[in-house]
C-alpha cells in the first residue's frame, strides 16, 4: 500500500461534523451517535446532542442492543486518544458500519455545535 492509498484509508475511518450534524437536522435515522467516553456522567457533564452513551469498555457487552442498519459514529474526549480507534475496531470486527467522529468532543464543543448534559 503506497501513501496516498494509506491515507485515504485512514481517513475513511473518520466522519467530520457536516454531514453528521446535516443528518441530524433533517431527522435522518440512520446515524446512530455513540459517547463512548470511559467517564461517569457527572464527570463528563455534556454531551453531543442525541448520543447514547455506552463507555468503550462496556461496548462488547452492548453489541446486542445495536442495530446493524444504522451506521454508528463514535466520539472520545478527543482524537489524540485511543478509545475511538478501540470502539470502531470493535463495531467493524462484529460487522457494522461505523466512523469515529473527526475532532471528537472537544472539536464539537469548540465550534459550537449542539451538545446536552450527559445522561
Given at each position: 500500500m503506497d501513501?496516498?492509498?494509506?491515507?485515504?484509508m485512514?481517513m475513511?475511518l473518520?466522519?467530520?461534523?457536516?454531514?453528521?450534524?446535516e443528518?441530524m437536522?433533517?431527522?435522518n435515522?440512520?446515524?446512530?451517535?455513540?459517547?463512548?467516553?470511559?467517564?461517569?456522567?457527572?464527570?463528563?457533564?455534556e454531551q453531543?446532542?442525541g448520543?447514547?452513551?455506552?463507555?468503550?469498555?462496556d461496548?462488547?457487552?452492548?453489541?446486542?442492543?445495536?442495530?446493524?442498519?444504522?451506521?454508528?459514529?463514535?466520539?472520545?474526549?478527543n482524537g489524540?486518544?485511543?478509545?475511538?480507534?478501540?470502539?470502531?475496531l470493535?463495531l467493524?470486527?462484529?460487522g457494522?458500519k461505523?466512523?469515529?467522529?473527526?475532532?471528537?468532543f472537544?472539536g464539537w464543543?469548540?465550534?459550537?455545535?449542539?451538545?446536552e448534559?450527559?445522561?
Open positions: 501513501k496516498i492509498e494509506f491515507l485515504e485512514y475513511g473518520y466522519i467530520n461534523h457536516f454531514p453528521l450534524l443528518a437536522k433533517s431527522g435515522g440512520d446515524y446512530v451517535v455513540l459517547d463512548i467516553r470511559n467517564a461517569p456522567a457527572e464527570m463528563k457533564k453531543i446532542k448520543a447514547k452513551a455506552i463507555a468503550a469498555k461496548l462488547p457487552d452492548q453489541l446486542d442492543n445495536l442495530d446493524k442498519s444504522k451506521t454508528y459514529v463514535v466520539y472520545d474526549w489524540g486518544t485511543i478509545l475511538g480507534k478501540q470502539a470502531l470493535t467493524y470486527k462484529a457494522f461505523a466512523y469515529e467522529l473527526a475532532g471528537a472537544e464543543k469548540g465550534m459550537n455545535l449542539p451538545t448534559p450527559a445522561v
